[in-house]
T-cell receptor
Framework: GAGVSQSPSNKVTEKGKDVELRCDPI?????LYWYRQSLGQGLEFLIYFQGNSAPDKSGLPSDRFSAERTGGSVSTLTIQRTQQEDSAVYLC?????????????FGPGTRLTVL | AQTVTQSQPEMSVQEAETVTLSCTYD???????LFWYKQPPSRQMILVIRQEAYKQQNATENRFSVNFQKAAKSFSLKISDSQLGDAAMYFCAYRSAGGGADGLTFGKGTHLIIQP
């Protein structure tokens, strides 16, 4: 079946603009995760969803970042007033449930470049 | 908080040879999961192997095996009979087995080069 998909694959934006990154998880996967991969910080966990709920948003880097999930499926990560330090690859993953032994399946990521 | 350390930014091995990638971690928890992920240039992270901390037996998946030393908090990956397709970034990752859902904690990665 289809894997996790993310769009766009690449996004170039100007500093100060808002961007939306989309993640489409594997069908039937109730848990969804966002990570950020940057040269300086490596791979950082940002937020997870169980269904449409994100109980803990403390991993988001600043209040310019927000995420939502609708219908227990597609999720969007929104970055407002982008800054150059937001440049990174944003990875999404999904799993069957939140149980910690469940394998997380990753998408190909969105490379965000803020000029 | 847990931390994962990969001390080898880059490793190189001849095709068909064996290579070992190192990983150490720090945690106060007794139950957890450890993973090795592969990230080729396509960027898509692929699970290579998984180890449950409560299992003493080292996990094996075909040419990939781990050496899990719980007391030393060490989790190395051995790749036997290296193939050109094994060239990629390899990330060691940790996840708590406790209640609550956390994301994976990753190391900085090791870039594996396969010499033909």
């Amino acid at each position: 079946g289809a894997g996790v998909s993310q769009s766009p694959s690449n996004k170039v934006t100007e500093k100060g603009k808002d961007v939306e990154l989309r993640c489409d998880p594997i069908s039937g996967h109730t848990a969804l995760y966002w990570y950020r991969q940057s040269l300086g910080q490596g791979l950082e966990f940002l937020i997870y969803f169980q269904g449409n709920s994100a109980p803990d948003k403390s991993g988001l880097p600043s209040d310019r970042f927000s995420a939502e999930r609708t219908g227990g499926s597609v999720s969007t990560l929104t970055i407002q007033r982008t800054q150059q330090e937001d440049s990174a690859v944003y990875l999404c993953a999904s799993s069957l449930g939140l149980a910690n032994y469940n394998e997380q399946f990753f998408g190909p990521g969105t490379r965000l470049t803020v000029l | 908080a847990q931390t994962v350390t990969q001390s080898q930014p880059e490793m190189s091995v001849q095709e068909a040879e064996t290579v070992t990638l190192s990983c150490t971690y720090d945690t106060s928890e007794s139950d957890y999961y450890l993973f090795w992920y592969k990230q080729p240039p396509s960027r898509q992270m692929i699970l290579v192997i998984r180890q449950e901390a409560y299992k003493q037996q080292n996990a094996t998946e075909n040419r990939f095996s781990v050496n899990f030393q719980k007391a030393a908090k060490s989790f190395s990956l051995k790749i036997s009979d290296s193939q050109l397709g094994d060239a990629a970034m390899y990330f060691c990752a940790y996840r708590s087995a406790g209640g609550g859902a956390d994301g994976l904690t990753f190391g900085k990665g090791t870039h594996l080069i396969i010499q033909p």
